[in-house]
């Protein structure tokens, strides 16, 4: 064992304890609070091992007010002489607990070699291991080349717009600054994510005429236009996608083409309270609306993912009598793929084989993450997922982090930063 994955192993409970007291800040998005708090314990920490800190707060995106203001805190270590910037960059907001927990959600027990809560897995546990990595690197190799950047940044779980969005905006991301970015989001501790698939999320209306219910024929029925929508992507649209292949080696298995969830169904009257005990009128829906969620493959231009849908509306306009829509875009998000032979990929393979003796999984994922705006926004391509924690864990009751996990991706991360900050 190296000199460095020692001096990780001797901080196993100092890395226990700094899991346990950020999943004990409950910063759950929405609404996104004790962003501020979660920042100011990141400062203190870090600024202890050397780093200057920043707090940025990321003014008038979605969901910043004086209530739930988004902060972000970027810390940076200088080594003593130049050389390259690696940059681990983990979102501190955790998503809604949700029913069917054994443990306390913020209580971060321990139990059988794990720490329970909130969080755990996706993501304090990643960023726990990446400051340990970062404080152990520099005690080991005080002087090393270059430097060491640790932000911990505000609502991945909706979007990244006011956390890694924003930094990148504001050329925190720029490649000048920084030249490798780690993200430790949990992708097992021996895989590499080299990315995601893109995302187009959409609402279409179908229209209608209202009329009395016993006479349909006198209005014109919006759920039946819907019905035809959702026949032709039964018939066209979903087959179309199935019979496509990617290079991207999406996991889990079933993530490996494209994708649609439509996500809710909406058509004519509201829904009654629960406590109304009255009948229902009987009219004809003027309106139905469905929001639909499609995912798409680095060989998809999103163009195409677009045509798709409007085309088989057109068509029903076309050949459907009085068939009438809207299509109204919600939010896209374009694959991201950094190639499998940059750098960090490299380095962090091999770093994978030293510590943990077999070769890494090359891995892609099937939602999206912060690397989108690192790629996109920030212009900077060798960026990866790698950390601990099982990626099916995330977002579920009683999800956890293995101790032993977050010792070994410490270990793989201490190695990376050897690699590339010792020349
Ligand atoms: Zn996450």
Not at 80 to 99: K, L
Not at 315 to 335: H, I, M, W
Request: net charge negative.
């Amino acid at each position: 064992m190296t000199k460095l994955s020692s001096a990780i192993t001797a901080k196993r409970d100092d890395l226990v304890a700094l899991t346990q007291d950020l999943v004990r800040i409950p910063t759950l998005n929405p609404p996104g609070q004790d962003y501020r708090l979660i920042c100011e314990y990141l400062e203190t920490r870090l600024g202890k091992a050397g780093f200057q800190t920043e707090l940025i707060r990321a003014f008038g995106t979605p969901g910043d007010s004086e209530k739930y203001p988004r902060w972000n805190v970027i810390a940076r270590r200088e080594g003593t002489r130049s050389g390259e910037c690696v940059h681990f960059n983990s979102h501190t907001d955790v998503v809604e607990i949700g029913a069917g927990w054994t443990f306390d959600p913020f209580g971060a027990e321990i139990s059988d070699g794990k720490i329970y809560g909130r969080g755990t897995c996706d993501m304090k546990g990643g960023l726990a291991a990446s400051i340990i990595a970062a404080e152990a690197f520099i005690e080991t190799h005080p002087t090393f080349a270059g430097a060491i950047e640790i932000s911990g940044t505000a609502d991945e779980e909706s979007g990244g717009y006011g956390g890694v969005a924003y930094l990148a905006e504001q050329g925190y991301f720029n490649p000048a600054r920084v030249q490798h970015v780690i993200i430790p989001e949990p992708l097992n501790k021996d895989r590499i994510c080299l990315g995601h698939r893109g995302g187009w999320w959409a609402e279409i209306e179908t229209k209608g005429e209202i009329a009395h219910g016993s006479m349909p024929f006198l209005g014109d029925c919006a759920v039946r236009h819907m019905g035809a929508v959702l026949g032709e992507f039964e018939d066209k649209l979903f087959p179309a996608m199935a019979a496509r292949t990617t290079d991207m080696p999406v996991v889990p298995e079933g993530a490996r083409q494209s994708t649609m969830n439509i996500n809710s169904i909406h058509g004519g009257q509201k829904e009654q309270d629960d406590d109304f005990t009255g009948l229902p009128a009987h009219c004809v829906p003027d309106s139905c609306r469905i929001v639909i969620d499609r995912r798409f493959l680095a060989e998809e231009p999103l163009e195409q993912v677009r045509s798709e849908v409007t085309d088989l509306l057109e068509g029903l306009r076309a050949s459907r009598t009085d068939f009438d829509y809207e299509l109204t875009e919600l939010n896209s998000v374009l694959p991201s793929m950094t190639d499998r032979d940059a750098p960090v990929v490299r380095t962090v393979a091999r770093a994978i084989e030293d510590v943990l003796g077999k070769s890494p999984e090359y891995v892609a994922s099937p939602g999206t993450y912060d690397q989108k705006h690192i790629d996109r926004i920030g212009k900077l391509k060798n960026c990866i997922a790698y950390g601990p924690g099982i990626l099916e864990l995330a977002h579920k009751p009683d999800e956890y982090i293995g101790i032993d996990d977050m010792v070994e991706s410490a270990q793989v991360m201490g190695a990376a930063l050897e690699s590339l900050l010792l020349p």
